[in-house]
């Protein structure tokens, strides 16, 4: 399955009939070089620049059975290649002093990439340059908007299209296969050229691998087999809607009463403010001592269980990081588990009017230690899920216990963190019973991290940072085997004089019906911002869509089921369905909701109708019982009835037309 076809003037490295290295003097695959990196930060803003120092084509090559020795000028690199359980690797060793690679993976001119990670800007990856690095997004990600360039002028923070929280070194290729480059070090995947793509990285990495499929179905069952995949979401997600809301047990309790009065389907309340509050100028922050405020949450420990009656369940918060000179610090400070800073003591990281210490999770006793306060805290208190927030933010100058450096621990620190409270939860036997939701990530995220949301969004309409950069960061996550995602209803960040209005939160509430959590966020600046608990009509079409939430349970357990079974994200790129529909390929803000129902949200402001894209099949509107037969279409989109639409061949077809009875609009 592996061949090795000679050329006049280099060599093609063949996989299942795909060409995967095409290697001559003149357009060598590999390099080899030495750089000199400079990474300045502040608040989780990475500013990354390289003194290169060499950059050597290693242009000639000789083989040895399986085994390719590419070389120039003294300089080899020795390259492996072996197939096991149906995948090619791709193994790579040097003597040479370097600390730089680039591999070029043969590409054709029509080719299309997927995944990467998180990617909120493009969900088709070609023709642009990936850094992959894991950081703070940054606001508004767009230079061309007042957003970024007021976050650029006052806190160097605005970002750009490939920042990004879950950067992984994965993709998956329209030519029919999946590759991941195993390395954790700071990477850039270009995908500009047309003939090939650039993979670059600052270590010389452990190895590639590579694995093909008849279908984009199969690759996901296939790569997810090789990556892991979580433990189904717990049931009562499928039950209705989990209402971000803070600011102590009574006004929660207030809140959540009101809601459940208008009709709300409530499943949960997330609390995140459950350890106390810290406010900053940026906003209402949290108090990082991950303990239970009885002052804010009086009596926590009764009202918990006497909710769960209800079928509602509580939500938290925690991060790795521990605020200065509070109880878990001086704890950790004590033991020898925090980080170090290369000048001596506890590294302690700014994250905005306020310090904190870093968990040192490379130190087995400080892991087991904090995995500990998760079981003792969170789990001992019958809290049922939480927000595992902060893995992006390890200084590169830290000191760790595992003695590697924080350059190279960087990207890898999501995924220890995720594992953190992965076994927390697994240890007393409460996978599929407890979640928790993520933003940062890396590669063993698919299997460490219960579900990710899309993070930080800002609360408008803008491309590339507001509402419509969900859509591609579910789908992008999706290509890298991630298979349960969603996002703050109404977004996050608030900053610059974007206040979310009450259109922007039912617009992101209708939408997230059809994605695996409905969850709302007060904003970073809950007093400013529109809330749902202010306003009696929202209150209303609040119980109408957890109504439909809850009539398609049957439907989203199926989802559920194949994710678990065959690794298959809930929601997917139509082209996932529909392999040979061109026009499905450059689809980003349309989405599939498992196989049969297509999600086209309204993602611009003052919106009265919707076109949508609509593959060659039977199509049913779910809330007019309009017919559609494939093609562009102009439909209809008040709020509350947005553009979603069913397979009439659907099995689910009957579930779907007692939605469409019961929730017509004309």
């Not at 093609?12 to 009939?17: A, C, H, Q, S, T």
């Not at 879950?166 to 500009?192: D, G, I, M, Q």
Request: net charge negative.
């Amino acid at each position: 399955m592996i061949q090795y076809i000679e050329t006049e003037h280099g060599i093609d490295i063949v996989y299942n009939e795909r060409i995967i290295v095409r290697h001559t003097t003149t357009q060598p695959s590999f390099y080899l070089g030495t750089g000199n990196e400079t990474i300045d930060s502040f608040c989780g803003n990475f500013k990354i620049e390289d003194y290169l120092e060499s950059r050597i084509p290693l242009k000639h090559y000789t083989r040895d059975q399986n085994t390719v020795y590419f070389h120039y000028n003294g300089l080899s690199l020795t390259v492996f290649f072996k197939e096991k359980q149906g995948r090619l690797f791709m193994t790579f060793s040097t003597e040479a002093s370097v600390n730089r690679f680039w591999l070029r993976l043969h590409a054709e001119k029509e080719e299309s990439v997927y995944g990467c990670g998180e990617q909120a800007s493009y969900f088709n990856l070609r023709g642009r340059n990936f850094p992959l690095w894991t950081s703070e997004p940054g606001v508004g990600r767009d230079r061309n908007t007042l957003t970024t360039f007021y976050a650029n002028k006052n806190d160097g923070a605005g970002g750009d299209y490939f920042n990004t929280y879950y950067p992984e070194t994965t993709f998956v290729s329209t030519r029919k296969y999946w590759c991941h480059l195993e390395t954790f070090a700071y990477a850039e995947f270009n995908f500009k050229p047309q003939n090939y793509h650039e993979l670059h990285a600052y270590e010389i990495p452990k190895m590639m691998v590579l694995e093909t499929a008849p279908t984009f179905l199969e690759i996901l069952t296939q790569m997810t087999e090789y990556t892991g995949r979580p433990p189904q979401l717990p049931e009562y997600v499928l039950n209705g809607i989990i209402l971000g809301i803070q600011g102590g047990r009574d006004t929660v309790l207030t809140h959540y009463h009101k809601a459940r009065n208008a009709g709300v389907s409530v499943s949960g309340l997330w609390c995140q403010d459950w350890a106390g509050i810290n406010y900053t100028s940026f906003g209402k922050r949290l108090f990082w001592n991950w303990t239970w405020n009885q002052e804010l949450y009086p009596n926590l420990i009764h009202v918990i269980p006497n909710l769960e009656k209800n079928g509602v369940h509580f939500l938290a918060y925690i991060c790795p990081y521990l605020l200065e000179n509070q109880s878990l610090f001086n704890a950790a400070e004590a033991s020898g588990y925090l980080v170090l800073h290369p000048e001596g003591g506890p590294y302690k990281v700014n994250f905005g009017e306020f310090y904190s210490g870093i968990v040192d999770l490379t130190n087995p006793q400080a892991f087991n230690w904090y995995k500990d306060v998760i079981k003792t805290n969170l789990i001992g208190l019958g809290i049922k899920g939480w927000m595992a927030d902060f893995g992006e933010y390890l200084p590169v100058d830290a000191v760790l216990y595992n003695g590697v450096s924080a350059r190279l621990m960087h990207n890898a620190w999501p995924v220890l963190w995720a594992r953190c409270n992965y076994e927390a939860v697994k240890e007393t036997d409460n996978l599929g019973k407890i979640f928790y939701f993520m933003r940062s990530g890396a590669h063993g995220s698919q299997k460490y991290a219960t579900a990710l949301w899309a993070g930080d969004q800002s609360v408008n309409w803008e491309k590339h940072d507001g509402i419509p950069s969900v859509v591609p960061s579910a789908l992008s996550t999706a290509m890298t085997g991630i298979l349960y995602t969603h996002s703050d209803i109404g977004g996050y960040t608030s900053l610059h004089g974007n206040i979310r209005t009450k259109e922007l939160f039912e617009r992101w509430l209708e939408m997230s019906v059809f994605t695996a959590i409905m969850r709302t966020h007060e904003s970073n600046r809950p007093n400013e911002n529109f809330q749902f608990y202010r306003d009696d009509e929202t209150l209303v079409l609040m119980a109408r869509m957890t109504k439909i939430r809850v009539m398609l349970k049957p439907y989203i357990k199926h989802l559920f089921d194949e994710a678990t079974l065959l690794g298959y994200p809930v929601q997917r790129p139509l082209f996932m369905h529909y392999e040979n529909d061109l026009t499905a390929y450059k689809i980003q803000y349309q989405y599939l909701f498992g196989g049969d129902l297509l999600v086209a949200p309204v993602l611009t402001e003052n919106a009265e109708s919707q076109a949508v894209y609509l593959p060659n099949d039977d199509w049913i509107h779910l809330f007019t019982g309009d017919t559609y037969h494939g093609g562009k279409v102009t439909v209809k989109a008040p709020i509350g009835s947005p553009p979603v639409f069913y397979k009439e061949s659907s099995e689910f077809t009957p579930l779907f037309e007692k939605i469409t009875t019961e929730f017509k609009t004309e």
